[in-house]
């Protein structure tokens, strides 16, 4: 802890020559990322720019973040940090090969404790507590004028006209079921027990026999013709839905005990860590504060950053909305998970060379386009016999370039995917600077009512050249919540 301490005080001190920056009431740096800065002035001008930007801090935060990212991503090529390395790709790749891997250990472990056979599916079917339905469904709005209706119902009748003909169900969904959801896998629902549909739906459902079909029927969302396949056309998918629900018991299990046997333990603060670490990603992204203990690891902040980065913003924006126990519960999971990983890893699960080939070329492809899409290809960014300084200047005349034609609605900012943005983001090359982000907001707001008052000032008379130089205006912001 005391070590710890020392380190923090010494990157404190580091940073001494930003302090009048971070503190100032009126900053002129919004960030810094790679050697290079963006000035709070510039920010201000690009948020008036950029069609569609409100003049909001959170507006102001998610484009200083994409302009550290883009910075790196730039200053890293023009370094020659080898991005497309498969020990980078590891890093950037973790999610999916963590899923593969997790999935593989999951699947031995059903396979092992719950072997799935025929006669599982047949007993499900038999027990009928949940049923597989198919349906064709042609939708109809509630509020339908008559003429839509009988147009609706005419495409109805014709479908249960070629059914009762002999036609395949399953083919005939495919060719003209409304249902998005399942008209590409024939017509097939997931198995669900009694009252799951709406009562129409569900109430006719449940008066078929195995292999027998409903008339034309009607619901809020239109009319349907419903089905009941025979155990035989279906057992692959109830042995799936067996090993899935089964499955789903023992994860609970099996984690909670595994839990039990490394003494997982959530720290008594760990809610209002997360929350700090929301609400400031970018500052927790290498922390490690603990939120979770177990024998032979811990759970950190960082840890569980790169997991919210995983699964996507929503998911941390739903965890700011919940109870302390809920985000307790989160850190239990995703322990849980590490503990789920480790166990893969002592049984020996790993990726075969061909799954690893294949993920590579699609990761080198995507760095390939980021670099298309910034416009970071060419000799004076990438060769050696040009100095670092050199290729440095380059990549931050091309990012400022870049920036530039998304101001003038020429480009949509394209941003980094998350877990590149975090490889790329190391606590001693970029700096985010709250204060300037702030002053940059309200640069952008005065400059928005100053073209506002601007506009409407009395025009000139027609014919008459205005007195003195055009007025600089800029576009309309979008309202409060629009992208």
């Known amino acids: ?36 800065q963006l000035k709070v002035e ?9 069609k569609g930007v409100p003049l909001t801090r959170d507006a102001a935060e998610f484009i200083t973040n994409m302009w550290v ?26 999610p999916e090969i963590a899923e593969i891997r997790g999935s593989r250990w999951h699947d031995s472990l059903v396979m092992h404790r719950a072997p799935m056979t025929p006669g599982v599916a047949d007993s499900v079917y038999g027990a009928d507590r949940e049923r597989l339905l198919q349906h064709i469904l042609i939708r109809l709005q509630p509020n339908a004028e008559p003429p839509a209706r009988a147009a609706a119902r005419r495409k109805a009748d014709a479908a249960y006209a070629k059914l009762r003909d002999g036609a395949n169900f399953a083919q005939l969904a495919t060719k003209v079921s409304e249902d998005p959801g399942s008209n590409k896998d024939g017509g097939y629902l997931p198995p669900a027990p009694k009252g799951k549909w709406v009562t129409a739906f569900d109430s006719a459902g449940w008066t078929l026999a195995p292999g027998a079909m409903t ?10 013709i419903i089905r009941r396949p025979p155990a035989t056309e279906i057992r692959d998918r109830l042995v799936n839905y067996a090993r899935d629900r089964i499955g789903a018991t023992l994860d609970s299990v099996y984690l909670d005990s595994l839990g039990a046997q490394r003494k997982l333990t959530v720290d008594g603060g760990a809610a209002a860590s997360m929350r700090a ?64 990983l480790q166990q893969a890893d002592s049984a020996g699960i790993t990726l075969a060379p061909v799954e690893w080939e294949g993920m590579m070329a699609r990761y080198r492809g995507q760095i390939d386009t980021l670099r298309m899409n910034l416009d970071l290809f060419g000799a004076d960014l990438t060769d050696p016999a040009i100095s670092v300084p050199d290729r440095s200047r ?13 101001a003038a609605g020429a480009l949509r900012p394209r941003p980094i995917p998350p877990q590149l943005a975090a ?27 100053k073209a506002d008052s601007t506009s409407q000032a009395p025009q000139p008379v027609p014919n008459q050249p205005a007195p003195g130089a055009a007025p600089f205006t800029l576009p309309p912001a979008a309202p409060a919540g629009k992208p």
């Open 1 to 36: 802890m005391r070590r710890w301490s020392m380190v923090v005080m010494t990157l404190a001190l580091a940073g001494c020559d930003n302090l009048k920056d971070m503190f100032s009431a009126r900053p002129e740096v919004a960030a810094e990322a790679g050697g290079q």
């Open 42 to 50: 510039r920010l201000a001008k690009m948020m008036t720019s950029i």
């Open 69 to 94: 990212d883009h910075t790196l991503f730039a200053q890293a090529l023009a370094g020659g940090k080898p991005l497309t390395d498969s020990s980078v790709a590891a890093q950037v790749l973790w």
């Open 215 to 224: 008339p034309v029927i009607e619901t809020p969302f239109g009319f349907h």
């Open 277 to 340: 670490a929301l609400a400031d990603r970018a500052a927790s992204m290498h922390s490690t504060k603990p939120l979770a203990t177990y024998q032979g690891g811990v759970l950190t902040v960082a840890e569980f950053m790169r997991w919210i980065a995983a699964l996507g913003p929503s998911v941390g924006n739903d965890l700011l909305g919940r109870p302390d126990s809920s985000l307790v519960q989160f850190a239990r999971l995703i322990a849980q998970n590490q503990l789920l």
């Open 394 to 406: 380059v990549a931050a005349i091309k990012v400022e370039s870049y920036w530039d034609r998304i």
């Open 423 to 449: 490889v790329l983001r190391q606590p001693d090359n970029y700096k985010v600077n709250k204060a300037g982000i702030t002053r940059a907001v309200e640069i952008a707001q005065e400059l928005k009512a």
